[in-house]
């Protein structure tokens, strides 16, 4: 907020830096790459977009695991590309023969999300640097929920890059830096996986003066949203285990939410769960697909939104 | 300025309105269309490539007069797409068959820049009307300098798309609202042209809430800009009466810059006088392209600014 009411009216005024260069510099500080293995993006989502029409032709596949983020198969859909899907195992995790089923496709760019959406769970650095090595396109290693992993796992993917020149990894603001409003995401990726889409496919000047600057401030200042990211671990605790003991149990999570399974004979099951929370003014996510209609996504909210949740769902659970 | 200090926290932290609706309101009301008629972009340059993406088949053509704003082709290359360019007339208009030419070549989107730039040419809404009557696909009328029409001319296009549904009017905040910082453009046509560009091709939340709320406080306040606009008119005038009193005339300019006309005679010519200005830290723009490389763009700055370019020209010129 300081950094937003400090910003001067001639940053307004006149054209933003077309590379975002500080953002660049500071991410680069932060993650310990070169600024050239940093590029700014408007959102997340528009780093998805250009990751697509920088490496794969138009009508090519593009891979995912599935489930994941549903607007990955929408703009496969925009460029004309077919869904190449590899089911998740019982675990949340890719089979062993992911890349190989990818590359037997044909495709040049798979997206995974790491740690897993909806459930939380995290491949470790070694398992997307064995995967990355096996494909051969590009992988997209989406992070929007990384900040979220507990630090003990001392879990960082983005030493890879200099060895692995297929890798891209996706960062946002939106979630762990609460900057969703600010629509700012980024990449890191070795210098020569970025370079064409800094320069090639990117719009001139997509990321604005007053979202780079604030983004520059979240990044240096990142002390303050590590306080968050910790409340929320703890919370995230000590819903799974207030979940659990009222028979819904959750996929050990590493995000800022928690997948759990509802039996039918749980109130009528998870859409109706879903239906009588939102009732209440307690937005929780039902997916009615295959493999998730049995289950909730449950966002970690605070303490008091929490405890409010858990005694919604104690009032309708079976006696 | 007011508007970005008193943005509250909340802003930031949730996700912008997806559609922008607010600000569409305050447009649709500053224009006198329904919001559906507008759709909110991440700056004017997201519109084009949001125009191509959604109305051309990649590898399909564009059309464009020539010359024109240089991003025109390089977004049609993203596309995969050829360019069919119509050469401007002596006065700087598009032949009499220009939309037979752009039919004839089967060009589903075209592009013009109204006023022209970089000559500053104004083409009437009944020329508009005309051009996009004859043409089979759609106009785009880009009027990212139309805040500095004359008012007394009574320039309006957007009536025309209520009957029309094939123009697609381009707007900016970055040229007459002095915001080039916040990356804000929206475009104004018929709903049945808006929605799939709204729909179908634009990122879900390519707009992010502070640019939104500036915006909005722009075109609400949309007055106080209109100040500048008519001191930009009267240096205009004076500026090029000053010119040409040096032997440097001016194509008639409705925009915030003009075309001055450069004789070899004059300091060894345009591209000389570009790079002595450039020396004294004066930036005017030289286009080294055919029918332009004997002339500079000169966008009118404030009178102190325009005086002092004056000053440096005079030293130049021929005894």
Redesign the interface.
């Known amino acids: 907020?300081e950094a937003?009411?400090g910003?001067p009216?001639e940053?307004?005024?006149?054209?933003?830096s077309p590379t975002s260069a500080e953002f660049r510099r500071i991410a680069g500080e932060v993650h310990g790459v070169d600024p050239d293995s940093v590029v700014a993006t408007?959102?997340g989502?528009?780093l998805l977009?250009l990751a697509i029409?920088t490496f794969v032709e138009?009508g090519h596949p593009i891979g995912v695991a599935s489930p994941s983020y549903s607007?990955y198969p929408v703009l496969a859909g925009?460029h004309?590309s077919p869904v190449v899907s590899s089911p998740l195992d019982e675990d949340w995790r890719p089979s062993a023969d992911f890349a190989k089923q990818m590359n037997r496709e044909g495709v040049a760019l798979t997206f995974l999300v790491n740690p897993h959406a909806p459930s939380g769970t995290l491949l470790s650095a070694t398992e997307i640097a064995d995967i990355a090595g096996a494909l051969n396109g590009v992988l997209l290693v989406d992070e929007a929920y990384v900040d979220f992993v507990d630090p003990d796992l001392e879990h960082d993917v983005v030493p890879l890059v200099r060895e692995q020149d297929n890798i891209l990894i996706l960062r946002t603001l939106?979630k762990g830096y609460?900057?969703?409003?600010?629509?700012?995401g980024y990449g890191i990726a070795n210098p020569s996986l970025i370079e064409p889409i800094a320069t090639?496919?990117r719009?001139?000047?997509?990321?604005?003066?007053?979202?780079e600057r604030?983004a520059a401030a979240a990044l240096k200042h990142r002390d303050a949203a590590a306080e968050t990211w910790s409340t929320v671990r703890g919370e995230r605790g000590r819903l799974a285990k207030a979940l659990e003991r009222l028979g819904l149990p959750c996929v050990a999570s590493q995000s800022n939410f928690l997948l759990a399974a509802v039996p039918d004979a749980f109130a009528g099951g998870a859409e109706m769960v879903y239906r009588r929370l939102k009732e209440q003014g307690i937005l929780v996510r039902f997916f009615p697909q295959e493999g998730l209609r049995h289950r909730l996504r449950i966002t970690v909210g605070t303490a008091e939104q929490n405890d409010r949740l858990t005694a919604a769902l104690r009032s309708m659970a079976p006696a």
């Open positions: 907020m937003l009411r910003t009216a940053v307004l005024r006149r054209y933003p408007n959102g989502d528009e977009r029409t138009p607007l925009i004309g939106s609460s900057l969703a409003g600010l629509r700012f090639k496919t719009d001139s000047y997509s990321v604005d003066a007053i979202a604030l």
